[in-house]
């Protein structure tokens, strides 16, 4: 894990080391074991170097390989590197480093641009073709890791953050489009744009290239999230069988590292599942406990720290518990800003923080976390709106009715009024809209209905392409932008397993049946782990999310909150002043965060109104 910078000047002028430097320079936290600069001309690259595989100096970047002319400058892991440098050697490639840096060099003068498609990880590249007079930029399947670019009259330049970027522009403006959207449907990374003006993310699942020759750049999608009929067919017992297969491989993968590795444990279904398998792998590999870190609430009502002993005590792990109060959350939330970049939607990015920074104060380089684990197995309550859906479609009201009713009975949140909210605000895009308008009524003005509600909407009647949504546009990518952030913050390197995208195809390809069962959501995995785990956390029925003691903070906040939001010139420019004063009093506590949320990242990058 690494920053990557670098920038083309578009009028065929020297670069400029002391540029590429600046943006490497504002990045030394993604890789405090080096730095490296490469200049050709009107091309700049950089890197800054957290030492995961091959710590020796032979795997400094910017990397070249042999007489190709190709140079890289990378950011993430390529988790079969092994496999595929072996491929390359039967092909006459000869191998210098102990890296998968120089595989990707390999691999892209073996296979072209075509290369990515065989890699099984998560990344964000630009190789440097001299022979070819271009740019080749890539990011992973579903952007784990960021890519950020800004073109220009004067030149083409993209980073691993957005604060390498803000010196190639005049001044620092927010997109007011995505600022509104943010505001009310409290959505964002839905595209390409960010919170700043003229700042874009190339998407996950694309590759882009940069033509020397005439100063154009080009991005297509190399990777698409396809529905596999064979998995759709499998039987309940070859399925659990292929699923428990394919998640305990996809773990044992990224255990791979000559650093310490651990592991984020909250005590719900997916960090638990991680912590039990990595645990399992680990002493069979290295012996002794494998580390695990948990946040715990001070808010009895979201603490998970009870189920999180339960699976420390069943796996023997060697347990990082880490508890912030208020002051911790006053004290660290500029930092969190910082951190961030942008808004963002809720103070449990505090608690993963927190996370972060034990793991750091602890040796551990390496973190696997579960996320993802909601979005491939319908994991999420406003999921169940496709389920009973689906139920509809296949069998009829009767079993609709029992699917309601088992729903009820299996998560303690899926009451009949948390259902009809659901089916209701999930599949009728115009009325969830509206309630969004109502609630915000102290904005002077609203914009056209968003495309995600609508397309959110039409996608619940089937689960394939919900899922599909949510992971290409309106779930994921923002909980992404959060740990990778955050990880990088402390120089941890965040691994995914349930993002692995052999497991990720065969979760959205299986039978709705497997991952809503009888009321149980992700029932595929909870029968996968139910011999290894505490019946405990796998059959609990009080879902939490990755949350912060939010009452107790926001409510001793208030008063901050209240005056940072009335100071704010971008909330004045999008409210009326005494209409949101009103509301500030009746608003549901996550609105008011976004507005506080706003108004501090406002005030740490000098937006202009």
Same mark, same amino acid.
């Given at each position: 894990m690494c920053g990557i910078a670098g920038f083309i000047r578009t009028d065929g002028?020297?670069?400029?080391?002391?540029?590429?430097? %600046?943006?490497?320079?504002?990045?030394? +936290?993604?890789?405090? $074991?080096?730095?490296?600069?490469?200049?050709?001309?009107?091309?700049?690259?950089? +890197?800054?170097?957290?030492?995961?595989?091959?710590?020796?100096?032979?795997?400094?970047?910017?990397?070249?390989?042999?007489?190709?002319?190709?140079?890289?400058?990378? #950011?993430?892991?390529?988790? #079969?590197?092994?496999?595929?440098?072996?491929?390359?050697?039967?092909?006459?490639?000869?191998?210098?480093?102990?890296?998968?840096?120089?595989?990707?060099?390999?691999?892209?003068?073996?296979?072209?641009?075509?290369? *990515?498609?065989?890699? $099984?990880?998560? !990344?964000?590249?630009?190789?440097?073709?001299?022979?070819?007079?271009?740019?080749?930029?890539?990011?992973?399947?579903?952007g784990v890791k960021p890519f950020y670019y800004r073109v220009d009259g004067k030149a083409f330049a993209f980073s691993s953050e957005i604060r390498q970027l803000l010196p190639f522009g005049e001044s620092t403006a927010a997109d007011m489009d995505v600022v509104r959207t943010y505001l009310v449907t409290d959505a964002s990374?839905?595209?390409?744009?960010? &919170?700043?003006?003229?700042?874009?993310?190339?998407?996950?699942?694309?590759?882009?290239?940069?033509?020397?020759?005439? #100063?154009?750049?080009?991005?297509?999608?190399?990777? /698409?999230?396809?529905? %596999?009929?064979?998995?759709?067919?499998?039987?309940?017992?070859a399925a659990i069988k292929r699923f428990g297969a394919l998640l305990e491989d996809a773990v044992r993968l990224r255990m791979r590292s000559d650093v310490k590795v651990g592991t984020c444990l909250s005590g719900g279904m997916d960090s638990s599942t991680v912590a039990t398998l990595a645990s399992r792998l680990y002493r069979q590999s290295a012996g002794g406990a494998f580390a695990a870190i948990t946040a715990v609430s001070e808010q009895e009502? #979201? $603490?998970?720290?009870?189920?999180? /002993?339960? *699976?420390?005590?069943?796996?023997?792990?060697?347990? +990082?518990?880490?508890?912030?109060?208020?002051?911790? &959350?006053?004290?660290?939330?500029?930092?969190?800003?910082?951190?961030?970049?942008?808004?963002?939607g809720s103070p449990s990015l505090t608690m993963q923080y927190f996370v972060m920074k034990t793991a750091r104060d602890n040796g551990i380089t390496v973190l696997l976390d579960g996320q993802g684990g909601d979005e491939t197995l319908l994991g999420y309550e406003k999921y169940y709106a496709a389920y009973i859906a689906s139920s509809f479609r296949r069998e009829g009201i009767g079993a609709t009715l029992a699917a309601i009713r088992a729903s009820a009975r299996n998560n303690s949140k899926m009451g009949s009024v948390n259902m009809a909210k659901y089916l209701v605000g999930g599949m009728v895009a115009p009325a969830r809209y509206a309630f969004y308008k109502r609630r915000h009524r102290h904005f002077t003005r609203h914009a056209a209905r968003p495309p995600h509600l609508s397309a959110f909407a039409r996608n619940c009647f089937d689960s394939f392409e919900l899922q599909k949504l949510e992971i290409e546009s309106t779930n994921l990518p923002i909980l992404l932008r959060y740990e990778d952030k955050n990880s990088m913050a402390h120089s941890i390197e965040a691994r995914l397993p349930f993002l692995d995208?052999?497991?990720?195809?065969?979760?959205?390809?299986?039978?709705?049946?497997?991952?809503?069962?009888?009321?149980?959501?992700? !029932?595929?995995?909870?029968?996968?782990?139910?011999?290894?785990?505490?019946?405990?956390?796998? !059959?609990?029925? $009080?879902?939490?999310?990755?949350?912060a003691p939010e009452d107790i903070w926001l409510r001793t906040h208030a008063a901050e909150i209240e005056k940072v939001v009335a100071a704010s010139p971008l909330v004045r420019e999008l409210t009326n002043a005494s209409a949101l004063s009103s509301a500030m009093k009746r608003l549901d506590k996550r609105s008011r965060w976004r507005l506080y949320s706003l108004a501090l990242w406002e005030k740490e990058f000098k937006i202009a109104a």
């Open positions: 002028g020297p670069a400029e080391l002391a540029v590429v430097q %600046r943006m490497t320079d504002a990045v030394r +936290h993604r890789g405090p $074991n080096g730095a490296g600069h490469f200049i050709d001309g009107p091309v700049a690259l950089g +890197h800054r170097r957290l030492s995961v595989l091959d710590l020796s100096d032979d795997g400094a970047q910017p990397m070249q390989y042999a007489d190709s002319g190709l140079v890289l400058t990378f #950011n993430g892991e390529i988790y #079969n590197y092994i496999e595929i440098r072996e491929e390359l050697r039967a092909h006459g490639y000869a191998f210098h480093t102990q890296t998968d840096s120089e595989v990707i060099l390999a691999a892209y003068s073996c296979w072209g641009e075509d290369c *990515v498609t065989r890699f $099984n990880g998560m !990344w964000s590249f630009a190789i440097l073709d001299r022979r070819k007079k271009k740019l080749f930029c890539s990011r992973d399947r579903f990374e839905l595209d390409d744009a960010t &919170f700043f003006k003229g700042i874009r993310r190339m998407p996950g699942g694309h590759s882009g290239v940069y033509d020397l020759a005439t #100063n154009k750049f080009s991005i297509r999608r190399y990777y /698409e999230i396809k529905r %596999r009929e064979e998995i759709s067919a499998l039987g309940i017992d009502s #979201n $603490n998970e720290a009870r189920y999180a /002993e339960m *699976v420390v005590k069943a796996s023997d792990l060697d347990w +990082h518990p880490v508890k912030p109060g208020y002051r911790d &959350f006053a004290d660290t939330l500029d930092a969190v800003v910082r951190a961030q970049e942008e808004p963002f995208y052999r497991l990720l195809e065969m979760s959205l390809s299986l039978s709705d049946t497997y991952k809503i069962r009888d009321g149980w959501s992700k !029932w595929i995995l909870r029968k996968t782990m139910e011999t290894r785990m505490p019946a405990e956390i796998v !059959w609990r029925k $009080n879902k939490f999310g990755f949350e």
